[in-house]
């Protein structure tokens, strides 16, 4: 379906939630919305066959519609492994499930579950991902979050970060919001629509800088850590135990 949840005046912007209606477009939303989507899911894809190892554990937090999911599923060529993938929405995991169980060759390698990723047990895993999800949570939880993943990977494993950033100079920082919204644009969206979800966004959508990130995974105990894609103000992290 075509996103058009802000495309008429709104008399009050809700927070952005992923709720029903949001699933029902997310597909449309995220293509349009997110510049290099389709990239870093093919990234993934290519990085998943490279690090995945045999008899562990993949992760894919804040799965959403199972892009990443499906990705990682025709990425992983050794055997023995597990795809377990979460969300807190509802109406994403639902979605995800009646796709996954239509895949017979599927039902074994993947489990979805409808969870907090704050509660997620991250054991024996190879390869974990958050795909722009880190974003969504509160600031001052990143930290155990992230080390959390690191202390269960084995070593080698990979975690790959996609956020959307901002810069610390305000001008750089103006200049890669105008780029988006010119991407927007593009694809069709209007400046009301762009205006009505930017303002959506502002209190479930915490951006953070590059080097804050950086920082973060390295302090969390990953000792490689390194941008392999960006596309305006959206970055992709790879980062090694």
Do not use: W
């Not at 045999?54 to 937090?61: A, E, G, I, T, V």
């Not at 190879?126 to 600031?139: E, G, K, M, R």
């Not at 209007?190 to 930017?198: G, M, N, P, T």
């Amino acid at each position: 379906m075509r996103d058009r949840l802000y495309a008429q005046p709104l008399t009050n912007i809700s927070d952005f939630v992923f709720d029903e209606s949001v699933a029902d477009v997310f597909t449309d939303m995220v293509q349009r919305s997110v510049p290099g989507y389709a990239t870093v899911i093919q990234l993934i894809k290519v990085l998943a066959a490279q690090y995945v190892q045999q008899n562990s554990q993949c992760y894919d937090l804040g799965c959403s519609l199972g892009a990443v999911t499906m990705a990682l599923c025709q990425g992983i060529v050794q055997p023995g492994c597990r795809i377990i993938a979460v969300d807190n929405s509802a109406a994403m995991v639902d979605r995800l499930q009646q796709h996954v169980s239509a895949i017979d060759d599927l039902v074994t390698l993947l489990e979805v579950q409808c969870q907090d990723i704050n509660e997620v047990n991250i054991h024996n895993a190879s390869f974990v991902v958050l795909n722009y999800t880190l974003q969504f949570i509160a600031v001052e939880n990143r930290f155990s979050i992230l080390s959390d993943i690191y202390n269960g990977l084995l070593p080698g494993g990979v975690l790959i970060l996609s956020e959307k950033i901002c810069s610390p100079n305000e001008s750089q920082n103006e200049l890669l919001v105008d780029l988006h919204h010119a991407f927007k644009k593009t694809n069709g969206y209007s400046d009301l629509e762009i205006s009505q979800k930017r303002q959506a966004l502002e209190k479930v959508l915490s951006a953070e800088t590059l080097k804050q990130h950086q920082t973060r995974l390295k302090q969390a105990g990953f000792q490689c850590v390194e941008q392999i894609f960006q596309c305006f103000n959206f970055v992709t992290l790879f980062a090694q135990k």
